[in-house]
């Protein structure tokens, strides 16, 4: 009897380390992933799916300090973009009330970007070729006003993963043209479509 | 009686010992080249993921420094990267495909799979998580500091 006893004693001692290390802790179920799509069908037909949990992009961004990123935060000197102080635009656009900012109808392009119900919103159209490419970018206003959070001459990356995890599902930047589809949002899926 | 007593206590050690040395899992490799022919070569192995770290106090300091001095700038996003991939869900994180190769990186039950497909040659490494980060840990306490 007592051997058996000891027997089983080991078993489950056995039975119950495995687990114990092994089984990955679950995550809870507001966990919000970035995800992107890249779809191309020439000249080749290939796909790229990236699926990035957001909490991890929290945690690992402060980790990386290389080409002007540092602690979570990038210098805006790097995010100038021939001679367009990016974040004084976002700095406007911020404390601008609802409205377009800018319309351009040619036939060229069509480019439009307004602050609507709490996005800012870019769209592109080009109207030379015959499909008519277009790229839509959709951000938050929280996620603008979490970059410019610091109120230094840096954009607040950490900052504004952080708010874009708060805010619901939502597209960011939907591109199409004859050649490829890019599709980058956010929901709660740890799968892409 | 005493051989019994004895050889219980021989299969706990064992147990015992088994149990640790697979609590972390086993790190799976997997290659195999397809050249066509006489060339081609299939290398496939697994090891029991806690011995790896143990297996880094065996290899000689100036190696691992030079490995740790190597990896240095990406050792602290490896370190909470492994962390927090451990304790999300399975997920598929990035797939590549198009019409000759497919390429996944997953996290499945606390490890990290890594597949490549390809006409030249078919990679399969599976990585618990945990290891991941304890050889990067290990690796960061062994940076020289500067």
Known sequence: MKRAMAVLAVVVLAAGLVPAFAQPVPAPETEKWLHVRVEQTQPKNELVRVNVPLALAEKVLPAIHNHGLHDGKITVDRARMEGVDLRAVLDAVKNARDGEFVTIQSTENDVR??????????????????????????????????????????LDLVAAIRALAAHGDTELVRVKDERSTVR????SKNVSE | MIAAKLALGALGTLTLAGAYVFHEGVIRVAVDEHKGGRNESH????VPAAAVPLALHVVPEDRIRQAAERLRPLLPAIVIASRELGRLPDADLVEVRDAREHVQIRVRGGKLLIDV???????????????????????ESRVPAS
């Open chain 2, 43 to 46: 290398v496939h192995f697994f």
């Open chain 1, 184 to 187: 980058v949002w956010v929901d």
């Open chain 1, 113 to 154: 970007v307004a602050k609507e119900n709490g996005y800012l919103l870019v769209h592109v159209r080009e109207n030379r070729k015959a499909t008519k490419p277009q790229v839509e970018v959709r951000v938050p206003m929280t996620v603008v006003d979490a970059l410019l959070s610091s109120g230094t001459n840096e």
């Open chain 2, 117 to 139: 497909e390809s006409p030249q040659e078919t990679v399969h490494l599976s990585v618990p998580l945990c290891t991941v980060n304890e050889v990067a840990r290990e690796l």
